[in-house]
């Protein structure tokens, strides 16, 4: 049995997606949800889900107890599905290899801090990129510079505007995240 942590901070369809594509998997389970947002719908879609939920705060995530927690779940993969805060050294080195990220573009390009949501799209956007994408990666200590597992990218068209890329992008989520996070667990096998 594989299980997952998935942190999050939004609307958590990411999350959602995730729970569907492995809800008739019996190797696989989805631990718990850690959420950084008390108001994000996340947290609704994780009690919808029947999945535990640990709201944690800036001092609680950076503590030494919040990664003695999460080594107490006998986590295989943590997943980050638009969770936004950095994470703190001591969680990326308790799960070398065993942490992912999907970012919303096509890494090394339009990353790193401040290139989020719709920071990204409208960057993208701004700069006339004729692609963009999805990058799910590995996560080390620093923003949006680990080891890539997989891109999937779409074209931009005349007239793209960020709210049109957003759709875009947010497809090629739902299609591609839960797949790479499949082959990411049957690769630690």
């Known amino acids: 049995m594989k299980r997952l942590s998935i942190f999050v901070s939004g609307n958590g369809t990411n999350l959602q997606r995730i729970a569907e594509y492995f809800a008739n998997n019996p190797e696989v389970e989805i631990a718990n949800v850690v959420c950084n947002n008390p108001k994000a719908y996340s947290i609704e879609r994780a009690k919808n889900l029947g999945i535990p939920l640990r709201m944690v705060t800036k001092q609680d995530f950076n503590s030494e107890v919040f990664v003695a ?7 295989d993969l943590i997943v980050l599905a638009g969770f936004l805060w950095k994470l703190p050294e001591g969680l990326v080195k308790a799960f070398p290899k065993r942490i992912v990220n999907i970012h919303p573009a096509l890494l090394p390009k339009y990353g790193g801090k401040g290139f989020y949501g719709e920071h990204v799209h ?3 956007v701004a700069a006339k990129e004729p692609f963009s994408g999805i990058t799910v990666h590995y996560v080390n200590e620093l923003y949006d510079s680990g080891e890539i597992i997989l ?5 931009l068209d005349e007239k793209e505007t960020p709210d049109s890329l957003a759709a875009k992008i947010h497809s090629l989520e739902q299609a591609y995240f839960p797949v790479a996070i499949e082959y990411v667990l049957r690769s630690q096998n």
């Open 69 to 75: 927690e999460m080594q107490s779940l006998d986590i």
């Open 122 to 124: 409208e960057a993208v």
């Open 151 to 155: 891109q999937a990218h779409v074209a």
